[in-house]
């Protein structure tokens, strides 16, 4: 099955390199509105993944992720929407050079090829990364966990059906329907097929999918968010933004995991925080002087620092200054969104400079760390690597280039 799939890949590969730009938007924006026509078909199959995730004790935070109901397969409608109303990015050229020669040498912007994702138990991921991957010209596979695929099942039938319709290849969009591990070992091997192979999910995963493929990876990552909340800080903001990042979805990986909280407003802030933060039964874990100010926090423990909870649980570090607190955040994190609250023009520009983060915040919740909200219309991950993309991953981030070069018989001596 996973050589068909990937034969039958490579094939659309050349196809969906050459659709035209006002093809593509065609058929973006009618795969939206057929995923709200059969809104009623997706949340039956959603609801089927949803019991199964009860039955198998499932956290309420991979719960959340899988659920699918009407406002958000109508947010995958309108992300789908958005990407359509992109400028598309194929056959872009850029710094075209004459050389001494004579020689015109430039760089177009070009899809990747085939694309394969494996990602968990998040559904709205497959009609985001086919949307992406479409307007990109890039063929995709994907390979969804086993929690999710009544959901993604349905979600692809719907997208295939307009793909016929249209007369566009039905195989520029293909789901693994195999969930076994020996099969997602096997598609990790798969780079006579596959380009580019992106893991979407929990840490066990990525790290499975970076030492097991042979296939070029892009990695994307956890999030053990942080929010600093500087001396300076206007409190009754800090309050907000937190309660903001920690509880508006705890179980997303921009959603704050870590509060750092410099001493001299420790004791103002903490008492604050505490009473909106029980409104969401929300647990705190501190450090000594964390405990001394809120005697129901249960004392940090080493590992609560490095954490990505995904649950109604925060830790809580105090330090001294703004370099100190940089200094843990750089030790701890996972190089996704960092976030200072301050008034202190000097302390904003010194983390932002300084704390290694895919995105940095001043007086923002981490939350925003999100392809819908960066204005990609929809995103196929937040990178947490260097090389290639960084941060949240864009129709720019799913092209290559390649050289062109225009001549008037040159010949090298």
């Given at each position: 099955?996973?050589?068909?799939?990937?034969r039958?890949?490579?094939?659309?590969?050349?196809?969906?390199?050459?659709?035209?730009?006002?093809?593509?938007?065609?058929?973006?924006?009618a795969?939206?509105?057929?995923?709200?026509?059969?809104?009623?078909?997706?949340?039956?199959?959603?609801?089927?993944?949803?019991?199964?995730?009860r039955?198998?004790?499932?956290?309420?935070?991979?719960?959340?992720?899988?659920?699918?109901?009407?406002?958000?397969?109508?947010?995958?409608?309108?992300?789908?929407?958005?990407i359509?109303?992109?400028?598309?990015?194929?056959?872009?050229?850029?710094?075209?050079k004459?050389?001494?020669?004579?020689?015109?040498?430039?760089?177009q912007?070009?899809?990747?090829?085939?694309?394969?994702?494996?990602?968990?138990a998040?559904?709205?991921?497959?009609?985001?990364?086919?949307?992406?991957?479409?307007?990109?010209?890039?063929?995709?596979?994907?390979?969804?966990?086993?929690?999710?695929?009544?959901?993604?099942?349905?979600?692809?039938?719907?997208?295939?059906?307009?793909?016929?319709e249209?007369?566009?290849?039905?195989?520029?969009v293909?789901?693994i329907?195999?969930?076994?591990?020996?099969?997602t070992?096997?598609?990790?091997?798969?780079?006579?097929?596959?380009?580019?192979?992106?893991?979407?999910?929990?840490?066990?995963?990525?790290?499975?999918?970076?030492?097991?493929?042979?296939?070029?990876?892009?990695?994307?990552?956890?999030?053990?968010?942080?929010?600093?909340v500087?001396e300076?800080?206007?409190?009754?903001?800090?309050v907000?933004?937190?309660?903001?990042?920690?509880?508006q979805?705890?179980?997303?990986?921009?959603?704050?995991?870590?509060?750092?909280?410099?001493?001299?407003?420790?004791?103002?802030?903490?008492?604050?925080?505490?009473?909106?933060?029980?409104?969401?039964n929300v647990?705190?874990?501190?450090?000594?002087?964390?405990?001394?100010?809120?005697p129901?926090?249960?004392?940090?423990?080493?590992?609560d620092?490095?954490?990505?909870?995904?649950?109604?649980?925060?830790?809580?570090?105090?330090?001294?200054?703004?370099?100190?607190a940089?200094?843990?955040?750089?030790?701890?994190?996972?190089?996704h969104s960092?976030?200072?609250?301050?008034?202190?023009?000097?302390?904003?520009?010194?983390?932002?400079?300084?704390?290694?983060a895919?995105?940095?915040?001043?007086?923002a919740?981490?939350?925003?760390?999100?392809?819908?909200?960066?204005?990609?219309?929809?995103?196929i991950?937040?990178?947490?690597?260097?090389?290639?993309?960084?941060?949240?991953?864009?129709l720019q981030?799913?092209?290559?280039?390649?050289?062109?070069?225009?001549?008037?018989?040159?010949?090298?001596?």
């Amino acid at each position: 099955m996973l050589e068909t799939i990937g034969r039958n890949a490579r094939a659309a590969e050349p196809e969906m390199r050459n659709m035209k730009t006002a093809d593509k938007n065609r058929i973006l924006k009618a795969v939206g509105q057929q995923l709200i026509k059969d809104t009623r078909e997706i949340i039956s199959a959603n609801q089927l993944d949803m019991e199964n995730g009860r039955n198998n004790n499932m956290s309420s935070g991979l719960l959340d992720r899988l659920m699918l109901n009407e406002s958000r397969i109508a947010g995958m409608t309108e992300g789908l929407s958005q990407i359509a109303e992109l400028d598309d990015p194929i056959g872009e050229v850029t710094g075209m050079k004459r050389r001494p020669n004579g020689l015109l040498i430039g760089q177009q912007r070009v899809p990747l090829g085939v694309i394969g994702i494996i990602y968990e138990a998040r559904p709205n991921v497959t009609a985001d990364a086919f949307g992406l991957c479409f307007k990109t010209g890039n063929a995709v596979v994907l390979k969804g966990g086993s929690d999710a695929i009544h959901s993604n099942m349905a979600i692809v039938n719907s997208i295939r059906k307009v793909l016929k319709e249209y007369g566009a290849c039905e195989d520029s969009v293909q789901l693994i329907t195999d969930t076994s591990r020996e099969t997602t070992t096997a598609f990790m091997k798969m780079n006579q097929y596959i380009d580019v192979l992106i893991p979407r999910g929990g840490a066990g995963l990525i790290r499975a999918v970076v030492q097991n493929s042979t296939i070029p990876v892009i990695e994307t990552g956890t999030g053990n968010c942080h929010i600093y909340v500087d001396e300076t800080a206007d409190l009754n903001m800090a309050v907000d933004i937190i309660f903001n990042a920690k509880t508006q979805r705890i179980g997303v990986c921009n959603a704050c995991e870590s509060l750092v909280v410099h001493e001299k407003i420790r004791n103002q802030l903490l008492p604050l925080l505490e009473k909106h933060l029980k409104e969401k039964n929300v647990e705190l874990r501190g450090d000594d002087p964390v405990c001394e100010v809120l005697p129901d926090a249960v004392p940090a423990t080493e590992e609560d620092w490095g954490k990505e909870y995904l649950d109604y649980i925060l830790s809580i570090k105090t330090v001294s200054s703004v370099d100190e607190a940089i200094a843990h955040i750089n030790r701890y994190n996972t190089k996704h969104s960092e976030a200072i609250i301050t008034k202190d023009y000097d302390n904003a520009q010194k983390f932002l400079n300084e704390v290694d983060a895919a995105a940095v915040y001043v007086n923002a919740s981490t939350r925003f760390t999100d392809g819908f909200e960066f204005g990609f219309g929809a995103e196929i991950g937040i990178s947490t690597q260097k090389l290639h993309a960084r941060g949240p991953m864009g129709l720019q981030a799913l092209t290559t280039t390649k050289f062109i070069i225009y001549g008037n018989g040159q010949i090298r001596p």
